[in-house]
């Protein structure tokens, strides 16, 4: 019988339980560094009982940088910045990985023309184009650079971010590449650049150092990579030793898009989870499932008819950093999250819990998918 609080392995790493804080990019950085506000969300993150917790994404170049106030990876004093991060989570007995992203033609710190797999111009004032060889080695080695730097402060691992829209999943996604070099076409050469970047990444880190990957189950957007092709990469990543995965979905050139769905919450089983539960019966690794997930109950119900490793969960963390600890003392209610994606939209840079966006939507979004960082009338 699986329990939310049972300890996991991954790699030479045992996680204390289940529950991952699944990367959220919390805007609350300056020059690319944390504030103290960032550290305050990390430490009460730390202390909130969570096993495994993953940072915001973090940007490996400046030619891919989300936002102005996006956190970065590429400054040579990110080990002492991540430090005192990491610190707190062992002193809480909590595992801490670093997300790593290039944010591609969703960069919007950057002027045109932006990095992609192919050019493309399909969203307002963007002008993307198709990267050469030598900026694909150039964000490779970029990606290698940062992880050895997370390694150095003394933090658990590194997560590659291959979901959502970045760089590594316009490249995988037929919808975003239509190169005909050897970084398009096939499912092997559409892979070929998040696979060199594993291949750089490991070699940066060693053995020893935990590596995953968030990927795309779908793009959710025509034409989308298929499960087999996810699995395959997945397969194939393990094969090289990847410690673990973390199921994901969607794909909206250019657009404002958290991955997160317009699933009613609450309301049967989250979006991902039969893709995640195909996974770990297809492929030999820990895998956890993102995205929706609410109720301890349906969470230990569904590791305990899968393969799932662990349950990872955003926007919950930001109304109760201490959810699992929440739990673990007996209160088994569900996340007090209501998925009304107000707490990244809408009132400034910094992310945090906090009532609708007058003129949002019921999903809580607003009109312009680039007024993210501004406040909203
Ligand atoms: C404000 C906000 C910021 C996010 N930032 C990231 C990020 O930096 N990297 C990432 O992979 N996903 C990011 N996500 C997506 C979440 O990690 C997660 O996949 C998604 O919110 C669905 O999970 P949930 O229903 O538990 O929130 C973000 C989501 C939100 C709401």
Known sequence: MKTLFDPVRLGRVTVKNRICRSATEDGMCRDGRATPELYAV????????????????????????????????????????????????????????????????KARAVSNPLYAPSDYSGVPGVEAREMTREQIRAVTADFAAAARRVRDSGADGVQLHNAHGYLLSEFFSPCSNRRRDEYGGSTENRARFALEVYEAVREAVGDDFIIGIKTNCSDMIEPTISFDECAWLVQTL????????????????????????????????????????????????????????????????????????????????????????????GDRSPAKCITCHACGRGSGYAVMCQPKPANADSMGRVECVFNRGKAVE
């Open 42 to 105: 990390y430490e009460r993150l730390a202390a909130g009982g969570a096993g495994l917790v993953c940072s915001g994404m973090r940007e490996v170049s400046p030619t891919g940088l989300y936002v102005p106030s996006a956190a970065v990876a590429w400054h040579e004093d990110l080990a002492e910045e991540l430090r005192p991060t990491a610190e707190a989570m062992h002193e809480n007995g909590a595992v801490f990985v670093v997300q790593l992203v290039h944010s591609g033609f």
């Open 238 to 329: 393990r094969e090289r030793g990847l410690d673990y995965v973390e199921l994901s979905g969607g794909l909206i050139p250019g657009a404002e898009w958290h991955g997160s769905l317009d699933y009613p919450p609450g309301e049967g089983e989250p979006p991902f989870y039969a893709s995640a539960a195909e996974l770990a019966r297809r492929v030999d690794i820990p895998v956890y499932s993102v995205a929706g997930w609410r109720d301890p109950e349906l969470m230990e119900r569904c590791l305990n008819e899968s393969g799932i490793t662990g349950i990872s969960m955003a926007m919950p963390f930001i109304r109760e950093p201490d959810l699992p600890n929440r739990w673990l003392s």
